[in-house]
C-alpha cells in the first residue's frame, strides 16, 4: 500500500540542514522554520520529488496528517528562553512555531493542498494507532491522498521522521497498514 | 550613519535568519516588504523588537511602523533621531 516513503533520522546520515542544500535549496522561507518544520519541510518534498507528482494540482483531494509524541517541544524550549528574565524580549517568530501542527501548514501551503490537515500528539510511534488516524482521515469523501507519517523533533540534533503517501486504498485495511508502517520503522534512513 | 547602517544590517540578518544574506547584499535605500527582502508580518515584528532591545525605541503605532521600515536607511535615521540606547 504505501510506495513512497522517506526516512529522515539523526545520528543516520547528513543534518537536516545538510540535507536541505544539498537537495532542496532557494527557499529562504526554510532558515525561518523552527526545527520541527524544518524537518517536515525536507522530508515532504523529498517525498514528492519521490512520487514525482509536482505538477498536479491535487487541491481538496490531498491532504496533510502528521504525528508526533513530543508535539513542539524544540521550539516551545527555544522560545521560553526568550520570555526568561527581567530583560526578555519574547520573540514573534519563535512564537508562531509553538505548536505543532503550523508544520502542516507549511507544507500544504507549499504544494497548494487544500484537503485535510491535521496534527496528532501520541504516546508513541505505535503504527496501529497511526493506521486508525490515517484510516478515519479518509471520512472526508473528497480526500483521495494523504502526507502522512511520524515527524518528531525533541530537539535539533534528536529528530525522526517517516514520512509516506498514504491513499484510500487503505480504507477497511487498518492491520495490513499497521504492518507496513512497523515495518517501514524497522528500516533506517531513506530520502 | 554607514556605520549604523551596516551594525542594522547584521542585526536583522540575525535576527530574522536570513541564513544566505550578507550585509553587503542588502540595498540600504531598497522596500524591506513586498520586495527587496520580502519580508512578511511576523518579521515585522521582529523588527519592532530588535528596535526596543537594540535602541530602546518602543513603536506602538503599527502606521507609524509602516514608515520606519520603509528601508534599512530609514530604519537608520530613525533610529539616529530617537534612540535612547
Known amino acids: ?60 483531494t490531498r491532504g496533510v496528517v502528521l504525528m508526533n509524541a513530543t508535539s ?15 530583560d526578555a524580549f519574547p520573540s514573534p517568530s519563535l512564537f508562531v512555531y509553538t505548536l505543532p501542527n503550523v508544520v502542516t501548514g507549511e507544507i500544504a501551503i507549499r504544494n497548494r493542498y487544500y484537503g485535510e490537515t491535521n496534527f496528532f500528539v501520541l504516546p508513541g510511534a505505535d503504527p496501529e494507532q497511526m493506521s486508525k488516524v490515517i484510516e478515519m482521515s479518509f471520512c472526508d469523501d473528497k480526500l483521495q491522498s494523504l502526507l502522512t507519517g511520524w515527524i518528531d523533533c525533541e530537539d535539533e540534533e534528536h529528530y525522526d521522521a517517516l514520512m509516506f503517501i498514504a491513499n484510500r486504498t487503505v480504507c477497511g485495511r487498518r492491520a495490513e497498514l499497521a504492518e507496513e508502517i512497523a515495518a517501514l520503522f524497522e528500516k533506517e534512513i531513506k530520502y | 550613519m554607514e ?25 540600504e535605500n531598497a522596500p524591506l516588504f513586498g520586495e527587496g527582502l520580502a519580508l512578511d508580518s511576523i518579521d515585522a515584528l521582529e523588527l519592532i523588537v530588535l528596535m526596543e532591545k537594540n535602541y ?15 528601508s534599512v536607511r530609514v530604519m537608520a535615521e530613525y533610529i539616529e533621531q530617537h534612540r535612547t540606547k
Open chain 1, 1 to 60: 500500500m504505501i510506495n513512497n516513503w522517506v526516512r529522515i533520522k539523526s545520528g543516520y546520515g547528513p543534518s537536516v540542514e545538510e540535507i536541505y542544500k544539498d537537495r532542496i535549496g532557494s527557499y529562504a522561507k526554510f532558515y525561518k522554520m523552527d526545527p520541527l518544520s524544518r524537518l517536515g519541510f525536507v522530508a515532504s518534498e523529498l517525498l514528492l520529488d519521490a512520487e514525482g507528482s509536482r505538477d498536479r494540482e491535487w487541491g481538496e
Open chain 1, 72 to 86: 513542539s517541544l524544540a521550539d516551545d524550549r527555544n522560545y521560553q528562553r526568550t520570555i526568561v528574565g527581567d
Open chain 2, 3 to 27: 556605520e549604523l547602517i551596516l551594525n542594522l544590517k547584521k542585526q536583522i540578518i540575525e535576527v530574522l535568519n536570513l541564513e544566505e544574506i550578507k550585509p553587503e547584499d542588502i540595498d
Open chain 2, 56 to 70: 530602546g525605541i518602543k513603536i506602538k503605532d503599527p502606521n507609524e511602523g509602516k514608515e520606519i521600515f520603509k
